[in-house]
Every structure is written in structure tokens, then in C-alpha cells.
């Protein structure tokens, strides 16, 4: 009997005491937690492994931020930089060279203070192409950072850091362009160029992995961001303490669990009942089951999350525009947003997203039209769909079965649509690996459904050379093999225009090609949602979907 | 006479898992998809394609790639043969440290779940089998018919809206532990284990609270097929010769039924056993409904991800535990039937 009692008091001191740490804990629920804090590592392109980095790791520039928006959300004001780890800079146009005077009394987690060492250590890695994934050099290859060309794959010489990135003094650095590019401030917003704390990386290499991959795959990741890791668990939980001497102040929240919860539905019930604070990755109708809930909020933005119609121009008949058209025509745009994304989505006018500098609505639209969509199709000689069964294998309309919640009314919607048009169309569930495989390297899927491309470059430019120019002159994920010598010979006239009026008006000309001739078929941007508890201010929406723990504090 | 057996079974069973892990290596190569693309889902250059390709050794020809898994080709770095399973081309870890990160939480749970569902089912099997048409019997009918005929995540997902959410009996669906709980250190690996070896009663009291749903909702399911095999068993021994011979003999009631649950048992430990071995890897939508992050759920997203070594090293422990259930299974056989001779 004395035992149960002790235990029974021992069990009340601990609820208590988790109860007076809740205090000031947060408790995120997400869908995984990082599978690695390496951003040239195998896990860079999960999301949530992007939440880790962004959170211990810190830029040198980031975006200025707008007021709320309507749902209570801040968002990035993308024509305004501030620096970070960067307190003032100067551009020389003769030499094309940034000059970065670095901010001073930096400190990270383990006390080292940041200079010009861990700017140079940081691109040295990136051009060492030494990771599984070498995000670091193709964004310093995209922003035109000198002598991180394809060269460094073929040519072990060209690896090491040359000249082009100089330590001037202690606290100063200057970086070198091949050509003017207008991307180079925005891809050193990107976490994939987030800078790391040289000693402590130094200090966890070894000979055969002489820049720390798998410390940073498994262990930690060395930086001067607001977090440190307290403790990871893959696939489990991921703890983070708050930098007390983080130079922007010390994080409110000083502790964020960020815990798996595989199920939205469970992720939903769990924040419901007060336990957690802060929950993503919910379906659109979860969404819309909490608004109006008590004490919980749902913020969103219209960010860079879209929807469209992918055809790929090497297939028949999809190379031939007036089917790509009457396709575009017959997606009943207003239908998906009612029933797939509640109201949270609007028609989606371009190739870009709306939110991001040097969009523009093109004058060509297409709107749900199926009478316009007939006409096409006869006028392209398949008068009724007659004859398109021929074309049965390539009408199978491919989308990520992972995502059958969310995507499952919307193919079923446009299908049904299509097909009372005349195209054979038939649905085409396939895993998410098998996909991505066959989008980016395969480059051979028909027709599909894409809600997964989001251009973590905030600039139309960057968007224009990942998805639409040809790979000959340099695209990188063309998936539709779109090849417009036009198109190509614009971009790469705007890609070293130094005059930011100048760029943006061909910026425009190709956007209004792309909507002539249909390189997709847009249909809806979609909003970024969270929902989170009422007393949680500070929400903010940055452009890699990853929230920021330090913009938080609780009411 | 034992002893042989048991090495005879042990030898048979590398031979086995040997054949399975070249079926295997080979097999998930023929899987429609190419796993490098996920590397590159940021940077689809042809450069950085190749340098993944590389990277991965998915370059070279696929016998040496077999050569180095093995542990063949000490040149080209450690292999099975070292007892090396590789690295997760996922998140970089070494598969043996996350298999055994999740190892333990299936085998907690599965562990914990055919434990309650033998106490209950046994003895409801028992009762019957000893009263055919009674309420017990038609009780058993009903739930049999009513528990097998929805899947266990709609269970799952049922029992955390009605005791967590509306009731509010049972902890969060957020793994063993309270996320505000700090762990005890990993000696075993299993929760309440470690706990308990640290001295911490109230973590483990929190383990078992956590694993009050997830066990109840596997019992929920398993209870069924075992009731009617222990049942059928049980129908099957009351009305052999031997349970007959008792009876004119004149032994009570009670001794007769024990009797015959010790003949019905041993075919009820086989389908306990096949169930044990197949719920290492199907135990995942309840692992994934509670967060339990186990060897289960860790398959699935190996397979998704096309995480070739890592889908590898599952099957392999999976088999291998599996062999060595099945040796047990054949050893409780001869313990409980004096009529098998090895």
C-alpha cells in the first residue's frame, strides 16, 4: 500500500511539474520530424527536415515582412531584404562583387561566435559537391556565384574555393558573380545557402567525411539560429531549447517539442483538446472543420502552393496545342475550389505564383468553358472526342496516391468534366517515389495532376528557369519537355539584365507565352494553412512553408 | 536429441534467410521507380542526377552492388558479413540504429497484446467450448462477426475519438511517452523496461497508460481468431476418445477441461505464433494511428521512399524473428504434446 502511494505521488509530482514546464513549451505536431538537418544530405527536400534547419541554422539575408493579413498571419515583403548575419552590404558593378560587412557578437549554441570563416567554410562545403543532394551548390550556381559551374562534377580541381568567395577581414567578405543575376540576394535567403559554425562542424569531421555529413545527417547541425537541438529522435520527436544569446534576442518559446503525429485526424483531435498548440499538414476539410472551433485559430496565406494540369509536349496528342487548350477549357476551376480546398484557393491566373515579384496575369485565360473546349477539340479533329481512344493510355490522369484525401475529389471532378466533353480520360493513383521519378528523370508522364511545385526562389525568373526553359539551355525540371527557342533566347537576355524594370518586362513577354501556349494548364492557388491555439501569436508565413519558432510567443 | 534440432533449424534457417536476401535485393530492384529521383527533387540537373547515382553506388553493376551488400567486397567497405545493414538513404542513419529504435516498440506492443488477448481469449474460448449454444458461445459468434469485420485503423481511430477525445480516459495518440516526458536511458530499448531499470515507477505507469489503447485495440482485433481456434480446439478434444475415457473415469469436470485445453493448445500456439510473426510488419496502421513510431511503420516509409537498404534490413530482422518464433513455436509443441519426437 506505502508503494502505491509513493508511486502515486511521484506520478502527481511529475504531471505537475510537466504541467509547470507546459508553461512555456510549445507543442507542434507535424506530420514527421527531421529525417536529417543536412541541407546537402539525402532528407533536404522533406519538409519537415526544412523546419529543423531553419530553425538552429540562420541566413545571412532574409525578407523584410508585411502587416497581418485577414487570418492573422505576417507575411514576407519579397521587394524589401534585411540582412541577418549580413549588418550592411555594397554591390561594384565593374567587378561584379558583393561586399558583406558580417554582424558581430553572433553567437550559437555552443558559445562560438560567428565571422568571415563561417561564411567562406559554408560555400566551400556547397562547392564541394560532397553530400548526397548539393543544394548549396546549385543555388550559389543559380544566384551566378563565380566558378560554381557543372565543373565541379567532372573535376575534382575545381572544388576547392577559389577567389570567388575572399575573407577581407574578420568580419567582412566579398563574393564574386560570373554575370549580372538578380538571384543572388534571393538564394541566400534559401536555408539550402543557411550558414554553418565552422569550428563545431571542424570539430565533428572526420577522414572519411571530412565536412561532417553524417553529424549533420544524424546528430546536429552547427549554426547561430534561435534553436539548439535538446534532443532528435527519428521519426518520433524533435526537441529544440531556445539560443539564449541569439543576436535578434532570445526566443519567447524557450522550448519547442516538435512531435510525429502521422494522422491528420489525430493531429486535429490532439490540438482540440488543448494538449498541443500548433498543428500543419492538415487536410482542406480538417481545415475548415476548425474554424470558428473554440480556442484555436486558423491563419493562411496565399503563398506559392498551386495546382494545374500537366501535358507533356513529347506525347500524343498532348504536343498538339489545341488539345492542350480544350483540356485547359474544360477543368471546372470553381467546382474544385468548393469541394476539394473549402473555399480556400482562387483561380489560378499564370505560371507563377501570384505572390511572387515579376508575376503578371497574362490577358489569355481560360476559364471553365466546355462548349469552348467542344469547338477546340473539333476544330482540332476530334469532333465529340471521336478519336481520341487512340490516345486512351496517354488520358490516364496520374496523381500521388499518398494524397487521395486532398486529390481524390479533384481528379474524380476534372475527369468527370473531361469526359462529358469527349476526352477517354481514366484516373492513375501512383506512389509518390514513382512520380517523382517519372517527372523529373523520366520526364515521361502524360498527364497528371500536380500540387507539389512550389519555387522556393522567390523571383518569377527563378520559377521560369526551373520549370520552363528548354533543358538545352539550361532548365532544370522541365517536366513537361516544353522547348521554346523564343522563350529561351528571353530568359536568357533577362537572367544577366541588370536593370530590374528591363528584366521584368520580359519576365512578362515569357509569362504571356507560356499562357498562349498552354505549358500547363493552370488551375488554382491553394492556401498554406495552420491551425494553431488562440493564445499563439506571430504566426508567419515564409516562402519554404517552414515555420519560424522564434516569430512565436504565447498571449 | 534437442540440441540437434535446434542447430538443424537454425542451420536450415540462414540458408533460408540467405535465399530470401538475394530474392529481396533483387525484387526491390524491379520496383518501378527510381529512387535517385528523390535526391535530386531540388536540383534535377543531369550532374547532380549522377552524382546521386554515384553516391547511392546504384552506378556500378548490380552483382557487385549485391557483392558489396553481402559483405563480399571488404574493398568496397562493410557488408552483412560484418553485420553491417547499411545506411538509410533517407535520413543517412545507419539501418541497424533505427531498426533497433524501432524493433522494440513493435515487440512492446505486440508483446503486451497477445499476453491480455491470451488471458481473455483462452478462457472465453474455454467456456464455449464447454457450453456450445450458450451465451458465451453466441457472445463469441456476435463479436467474432462484429470485431473481424472492420479494419483495425477504423477501430483505432474509433477508440482514440471515444476515450481520448470524448471520454478522456486515454492519454493523446502521441507515441509511448508524453512528449513533456524525458525518457529513461535506452538499455533495452523497450519503455517500460527501462523504466523500470532506472528507477522511474512513473514513467513507467505512463508507458503502460499510453499503451492502454493500442494494446486494447490489437486485442480487440486478435481476440477473434484466437476464440474460435481455442474454441474449435477445445470442441475437437472434448470429444476424443481420451476426454471421453476421463470422463467414465470419473474425473471432475474441472480436471477433464484442462485436459483437453492442454490438447486443444498446441494447434492454438501455431496460429499465435503465425500471428506474432505476421504482425512485426502488419501492426502498422495502429502504430501509425497511436504514433508509435514502430518497425511497422518504418517499413512503410522505406518502401515508399524506395529506401533500398533500408527495406532490405526490415525483411531481413522481420525473418530472422520470425524463424526463430517458429523454432519456439515447435519447442512449446514438444513441451505441451508428449506424442512429438525431434
Known sequence: MTTFKQIAQVSLIAIVSATAAQAQDLLFLAEDVPAGLNYDGPAAAIPTSQTGMVNVMEPLFDYATNPVNETGLITPDFNTFEGRLVESWSFDEATLTWTLNLRQGVKGCDGATFNADDVLYTFARGKSVSGAAPIGWFLSNVGSIANFTADVFGDESARPLGDEVTKIDEFTVAIRQSEPNALFLPVLTIFGLYMFDKELMDANSTADDPWAHDYTNNVNVPSFGPYCVESWTKDNEFILSANEDYYRGAPAIKRVVMKKVPQSSNRLVILRSGQAQLVQALTPREYDSLKGADGISVGGVLGNENLFVHMNFDVEPFDNPLIRKAVALSIPTQLIIDIAYFGEATAWKGHVPSSYPGYSESATQYDYDPDGARALLAEAGFPGGDGLDAYAEAFQLTYVSEKETTLGPIVNAISTAMREIGFPVTLNPIPQTQYGDRQLVKRDLPFAVNDQEKPIGVDAGYATQLFFVSPESGGLNNMVNYRNVILDEIWAKARVEPDNAKRDAMLVEIQDILMDDVVWAPIVEYTSQWAYSDNLKGMQWHPDNSIRFFDLSFE | ?342
Open chain 2, 1 to 342: 536429441m534437442l540440441t540437434r534440432y535446434v542447430i538443424r533449424r537454425i542451420a536450415v534457417g540462414f540458408v533460408q534467410l540467405f535465399f530470401l536476401i538475394v530474392v529481396v535485393f533483387f525484387l526491390i530492384r524491379l520496383l518501378p521507380a527510381d529512387p535517385v529521383s528523390r535526391f535530386v527533387g531540388l536540383n534535377p540537373s543531369v550532374e547532380a542526377y549522377a552524382l546521386a547515382e554515384r553516391n547511392l553506388g546504384l552506378d556500378r553493376p548490380v552483382m557487385v552492388q549485391l557483392g558489396h551488400y553481402l559483405g563480399l567486397l571488404p574493398s568496397e567497405g562493410k557488408g552483412l558479413l560484418q553485420g553491417h545493414l547499411g545506411t538509410s538513404w533517407v535520413t543517412g542513419s545507419l539501418v541497424a540504429t533505427e531498426i533497433s529504435r524501432a524493433l522494440p516498440v513493435t515487440l512492446e506492443l505486440l508483446t503486451l497484446a497477445f499476453f491480455s488477448a491470451l488471458l481473455i481469449s483462452v478462457p472465453v474460448g474455454m467456456i464455449a467450448a464447454l457450453r456450445p449454444g450458450g451465451w458465451a458461445d453466441k457472445g463469441v459468434f456476435v463479436y467474432s462477426l462484429f470485431a473481424g469485420s472492420q479494419p483495425e485503423f477504423w477501430w483505432a481511430l474509433l477508440f482514440v475519438h471515444l476515450f481520448f477525445f470524448t471520454l478522456g480516459v486515454a492519454p493523446a495518440p502521441l507515441g509511448i511517452l508524453s512528449p513533456l516526458t524525458t525518457a529513461p536511458p535506452v538499455v533495452t530499448g523497450f519503455v517500460t523496461v527501462d523504466s523500470l531499470l532506472a528507477g522511474r515507477p512513473e514513467v513507467f505507469l505512463e508507458a503502460l497508460h499510453h499503451f492502454m489503447l493500442p494494446v486494447a485495440t490489437m486485442v480487440f482485433i486478435l481476440s477473434g481468431p484466437i476464440i474460435k481456434m481455442v474454441r474449435q480446439n477445445m470442441v475437437r478434444a472434448l470429444s476424443s476418445d481420451f476426454v471421453l475415457y476421463a470422463r467414465c473415469a470419473g474425473l471432475s469436470r474441472r480436471r477433464v477441461a484442462l485436459y483437453a485445453l492442454r490438447a486443444a493448445m498446441a494447434p492454438s500456439i501455431t496460429i499465435i505464433g503465425i500471428l506474432y510473426g505476421f504482425m512485426l510488419g502488419g501492426a502498422v496502421l495502429i502504430e501509425s494511428v497511436f504514433s508509435l513510431g514502430g518497425l511497422g511503420q518504418y517499413a512503410i516509409r522505406s518502401i515508399l521512399a524506395f529506401d533500398y537498404p533500408a527495406i532490405q534490413g526490415v525483411i531481413l530482422v522481420i525473418t530472422a524473428i520470425s524463424l526463430l518464433v517458429y523454432l519456439a513455436l515447435d519447442l512449446i509443441h514438444a513441451f505441451i504434446d508428449p506424442r512429438v519426437t525431434f
